[in-house]
């Protein structure tokens, strides 16, 4: 009988120890970003369910960046924190060997490539059909422009195995009037739409706000959505950058509901600043958990700086990110 009962016990005792220990590595996995520890927050590896794609903009996780000799070790640093998608204004103008490499280190990884920029149309007007600002409009000299930019940031998004590829049409031309300037845009993204499309690459417009990029012509998601409709080609969309626009008309899940059906992408950022989430006055639990409910699945790309460049700073950051993560159902 005592044998009997010892045995109950030993056996009520294990069982016990697994359930405890279970649900001890339960609450280690799920720990929440409230109060985790600096450390905790760092070392947490498992993924997000948002597609938070991983930037170089800025100085982001600057220390850690430091220590990377390539950009497969920046990569790789991502991946070990989660995140599952990159993207690098960059990569057109990095050396063909680095772009094979970059794809080689995300196609291991099992990682998507987010945007990267194109010639973005900053250096000349796409407004006005100029190739220098100070020259005479040269319509078919332009439109060429156009082609061939758009030619070579395809043959990289193939390389890199990129969907997305970023334009930005270019400045203000004052002794234009504003239709005729989106007469011109048009027309340029159309071929533009075409060359992409074509291998099944879409341009997205990024609209940006004046006080970080004063003078550029399109700053409103209003107008990008003018645009998409004007170009009439699926393979036109819009980057919506939450800190651009939130510098620029404010209103946020209202614009984003306006502009939804040509949306492609979206940029995260908090104003003032252009640092993390939380680190401003955007509530991005909000305005994410709003995009989730209207069905995006697609990425979010982590173009802004940190408010805090220490390693307590990028402790931050992640607890940030983890944060919107926890109130994504």
Same mark, same amino acid.
């Given at each position: ?95 063909? +060997? *680095?772009?094979?490499?970059? @794809?080689?280190?995300? #196609?291991? /990884? ?7 920029? $194109?010639? =973005? ?55 234009? +009037? *504003?239709?005729?300037?989106? @007469?011109?845009?048009? #027309?340029? /993204? ?7 499309? $074509?291998? =099944? ?78 680190? =401003? ?49």
């Amino acid at each position: 009988m005592q044998r009997r009962e010892f045995a109950k016990k030993s056996l009520t005792a294990v069982a016990a120890a697994s359930i405890f220990g279970a649900a001890a590595r339960a609450q280690e996995k799920n720990k929440s970003p409230y109060t985790a520890s600096d450390d905790e927050i760092l070392s947490m590896s498992s993924p997000f369910k948002c597609k938070f794609a991983g930037n170089y903009y800025g100085g982001l996780c600057s220390n850690a960046m430091k220590k990377c000799k390539t950009l497969e070790d920046k990569i790789q640093y991502y991946y070990d924190h989660g995140i599952r998608a990159i993207e690098d204004n960059n990569m057109l103008s990095r050396p063909l +060997e *680095t772009q094979k490499a970059v @794809a080689k280190k995300m #196609e291991q /990884l099992g990682m998507e490539m987010g945007v990267f920029s $194109s010639y =973005g149309g900053m250096r000349f007007q796409m407004t006005a059909n100029k190739l220098d600002p100070k020259k005479a409009p040269d319509k078919a000299a332009s439109i060429e422009v156009t082609k061939q930019k758009m030619k070579d940031a395809v043959e990289c998004a193939k390389l890199v195995n990129a969907k997305w590829i970023t334009l930005v049409p270019g400045y203000i031309d004052p002794s234009f +009037e *504003t239709s005729y300037q989106m @007469a011109n845009v048009t #027309e340029h /993204l159309k071929v533009a739409a075409d060359i992409c499309g $074509s291998a =099944g690459k879409t341009i997205v417009l990024e609209p940006l706000s004046f006080p970080v990029h004063p003078g550029l012509w399109l700053q409103k998601a209003s107008d990008a959505y003018m645009l998409c409709k004007a170009v009439n080609n699926q393979y036109c969309k819009i980057l919506f950058d939450v800190f651009h626009q939130q510098n620029t008309e404010g209103s946020l899940i209202r614009n984003i509901d306006a502009a939804w059906d040509e949306i492609a992408y979206f940029h995260l950022g908090d104003t003032p600043g252009r640092n993390e989430p939380f680190s =401003g006055e955007i509530n991005f639990i909000n305005v994410i958990k709003h995009i989730h409910e209207k069905g995006y699945r697609g990425l979010y790309g982590m173009e802004h700086g940190m408010s805090d460049k220490s390693e307590a700073g990028e402790a931050k950051l992640w607890r940030a990110y983890r944060k919107i993560d926890a109130a994504i159902s």
